[in-house]
């Protein structure tokens, strides 16, 4: 069965700390990984988008790792700030059809406390 | 930003009612989709479009319907809201010559039924 899961659930930060938050997916055959930014009533914005090729991503503050041997991806987000609370989902694409089916991870909800 | 819109943002309806939430894009994307997504939990496709005159079911069972009579525009409707419909609906479109299928969300139509 194609799932993605994320962790921790929720985690609180300090503004201009550093946090990793992490994703393991069983969906096959593998295309792409995406992190995407979900502010609170809005729609999910992407990242990164990274395919089997690529190990690291960056997009400013946002570095996004993947060991496709392991199916496990991070995302780092350094200095953070307030404007980095939200929800981040990781999201997996599979090579399978042609319409890019994408699996959802539920999500960590940061907080980022001044 | 992506130029994908939906509206309204926020319905408060009541039982039994006919809803259709508008969801526009000026991309010229030629694939559409529909994802639910409650407080907390992932996404989950409803419907989705490959073009004019397509559409298809989703994932998950949903007692919506959709159109796509035009490239840019593919309305949800709902014949009869109940309660259990109460949740956030997101609009999607792709690109597929960009390869790895970058999907682009709108804001989100946040439906209460009472």
């Known amino acids: 069965k194609n799932q993605v899961e994320q962790s921790p659930q929720s985690l609180i930060i300090l503004e201009g700390k550093n946090c990793t938050l992490q994703?393991?997916?069983?969906?096959?055959?593998?295309?792409?990984l995406r992190w995407y930014k979900q502010d609170t009533g809005r729609g999910p914005v992407s990242l990164t988008i990274m395919t089997f090729s690529e190990n690291t991503k960056s997009n400013g503050r946002y570095t996004a790792t993947l060991d496709a041997d392991t199916k496990q991806s991070s995302l780092h987000i350094t200095a953070s700030q307030l404007s980095d609370s939200a929800s981040y989902i990781c999201?997996?694409?599979?090579?399978?059809?042609?319409?890019?089916?994408?699996?959802f991870g539920r999500g960590t909800q940061l907080t980022v406390w001044p | 930003e992506a130029d994908i819109y939906q509206t309204p943002r926020y319905l408060v309806i009541g039982t039994g009612k006919k809803i259709t939430l508008e969801c526009s894009q000026t991309?010229?994307?030629?694939?559409m989709y529909w994802y639910q997504q409650d407080p907390g939990m992932e996404l989950h496709l409803i419907h989705y479009s490959y073009g004019v005159n397509s559409t298809e079911k989703g994932d998950l069972s949903s007692e919506s319907t959709v159109s796509r009579i035009r490239t840019e525009h593919f309305p949800l409707t709902l014949e009869s809201a109940r309660p259990s419909h109460t949740s956030q609906y997101l609009c999607?479109?792709?690109?597929?010559?960009?390869?790895?299928?970058?999907?682009?969300f709108g804001p989100g139509t946040r439906l209460t039924v009472t």
């Open positions: 991309m010229g994307h030629d694939k």
């Open positions: 999607a479109s792709s690109d597929p010559h960009r390869g790895a299928y970058e999907q682009y």
């Open positions: 999201v997996v694409s599979d090579r399978g059809s042609t319409l890019g089916r994408l699996y």
């Open positions: 994703c393991n997916y069983t969906v096959s055959p593998f295309s792409n």
